[in-house]
């Protein structure tokens, strides 16, 4: 785990440095014209940045289409499928049929190019990405005339400048540059995300409860009781169980449990024995922990430990982009 402050509370660099996700870049896309299309859902956390004009879009479930403009970012985690057309009427009747792109990683809709949008998939180890995929929205609209959205307007630039270029180095910075617009995206969301949103990510926002979630991934082996996790919210114990369940979906020692497996199920992985698991998060009865592991994760820590093991092409990664389709 990444050693910090809990005083800084920092519980979205605990995740991501957990998480271990990478992004990839899928590509370019350029419409114009009138075109409507529906992308596949892939069950990936995807990413679409606009760098030029603008169109409608909706993802199942939506009352109405939204307009999405040049400097915004869209993120979605893979559970509704998102629709983008030149106009809003277009939406119900978008087509499915693959966009094959070209030799530079440029896919075309319609004919024209009033419209530019960068496209990317968040790539996570499998036994992880359940994780994430519980605590994002369905989407994230992060507009690009906010003050928290500034970043992304010089990250857009040097990627798209990247992407024309061949520069030495090219391949490596895309990545970097794609990697930082997800978290900077995700940091924009955090600032302006609503106590409404599906998903507990939004509880990161939440500057008491995100002293709370560094204590407990600072210390995860620590016998936390709630009385003492309040303490350090400024919190009555009621009003941060209310709160964080609120925010969370989970009351804290709940959430307490579910990361403590998380770190354990990753242990597992790595070759420790059970018992060095169990250890490694706090628990000194390996039966204990065997039944927190089996109700979290939904199967016994040795089954766990013995599939990893026979798992000989290595970490399981989701959310890889398609090499021929948008």
């Given at each position: 785990?990444?050693?910090?402050?809990?005083?800084?509370?920092d519980?979205?660099?605990?995740?991501?440095?957990?998480?271990?996700?990478?992004c990839?870049?899928?590509?370019?896309?350029?419409?114009?014209?009138?075109?409507?299309?529906?992308?596949?859902?892939?069950?990936?956390?995807k990413?679409?940045?606009?760098?030029?004009?603008?169109?409608?879009?909706?993802?199942?479930?939506?009352?109405?289409?939204?307009?999405?403009e040049?400097?915004?970012?869209?993120?979605?985690n893979?559970?509704?499928?998102?629709?983008?057309?030149?106009?809003?009427?277009?939406?119900?009747?978008?087509?499915?049929?693959?966009?094959?792109?070209?030799?530079?990683?440029?896919?075309?809709?319609?004919?024209?190019?009033?419209?530019?949008?960068?496209?990317g998939?968040?790539?996570?180890?499998?036994?992880?990405?359940?994780?994430?995929?519980?605590?994002?929205?369905?989407?994230?609209?992060?507009?690009?005339?906010?003050?928290?959205?500034?970043?992304?307007?010089?990250?857009?630039?040097?990627?798209?400048?990247?992407?024309?270029?061949?520069?030495?180095?090219?391949?490596?910075?895309?990545?970097?540059?794609?990697?930082?617009?997800?978290?900077?995206?995700?940091?924009?969301?955090?600032?302006?995300?609503?106590?409404?949103?599906?998903?507990?990510?939004?509880?990161?926002?939440?500057?008491?409860?995100?002293?709370?979630?560094s204590?407990?991934?600072?210390?995860?082996?620590?016998?936390?009781?709630?009385?003492?996790?309040a303490?350090?919210?400024?919190?009555?114990?009621?009003?941060?169980?209310?709160?964080?369940?609120?925010?969370?979906?989970?009351p804290?020692l709940?959430?307490?449990?579910?990361?403590?497996?998380?770190?354990?199920?990753?242990?597992?992985?790595?070759?420790?024995?059970?018992?060095?698991?169990?250890a490694?998060?706090?628990?000194?009865?390996?039966?204990?922990?065997?039944?927190?592991?089996?109700?979290?994760?939904?199967?016994?820590?040795?089954?766990?430990?013995?599939?990893?093991?026979?798992?000989?092409?290595?970490?399981?990664?989701?959310?890889?982009?398609?090499?021929?389709?948008?």
């Amino acid at each position: 785990m990444r050693e910090s402050s809990i005083t800084l509370a920092d519980p979205l660099s605990d995740l991501l440095d957990f998480l271990q996700a990478q992004c990839d870049l899928s590509g370019r896309v350029v419409a114009g014209g009138t075109w409507a299309r529906r992308f596949a859902n892939l069950d990936a956390i995807k990413f679409c940045a606009v760098t030029e004009g603008r169109c409608w879009y909706s993802i199942d479930g939506m009352s109405e289409p939204a307009p999405v403009e040049a400097g915004d970012v869209l993120i979605t985690n893979g559970t509704r499928t998102l629709t983008l057309a030149s106009a809003a009427r277009l939406i119900p009747g978008a087509t499915t049929t693959p966009v094959v792109r070209d030799a530079d990683n440029q896919y075309q809709l319609g004919h024209g190019c009033d419209f530019t949008m960068l496209g990317g998939t968040v790539k996570i180890d499998a036994d992880r990405q359940t994780l994430l995929l519980k605590g994002l929205p369905p989407l994230i609209h992060v507009r690009g005339n906010t003050d928290e959205a500034e970043p992304l307007a010089w990250l857009l630039k040097q990627l798209v400048a990247e992407m024309k270029g061949r520069r030495p180095g090219r391949s490596i910075v895309i990545s970097g540059l794609a990697q930082l617009l997800f978290i900077q995206t995700l940091r924009a969301y955090l600032a302006q995300a609503s106590d409404g949103d599906e998903g507990w990510l939004k509880g990161f926002g939440d500057q008491r409860l995100a002293v709370v979630l560094s204590s407990i991934h600072g210390e995860p082996a620590r016998n936390w009781g709630l009385e003492e996790l309040a303490k350090k919210a400024g919190m009555s114990r009621t009003s941060l169980a209310v709160r964080f369940r609120e925010m969370m979906g989970v009351p804290p020692l709940a959430y307490l449990t579910q990361w403590r497996m998380y770190l354990a199920s990753h242990e597992l992985r790595a070759g420790a024995s059970i018992s060095e698991a169990a250890a490694s998060v706090g628990y000194t009865s390996d039966s204990a922990f065997s039944n927190a592991f089996k109700r979290v994760m939904a199967v016994a820590p040795g089954q766990y430990r013995r599939t990893a093991r026979e798992e000989s092409e290595g970490p399981r990664m989701t959310g890889k982009a398609d090499t021929r389709e948008f």
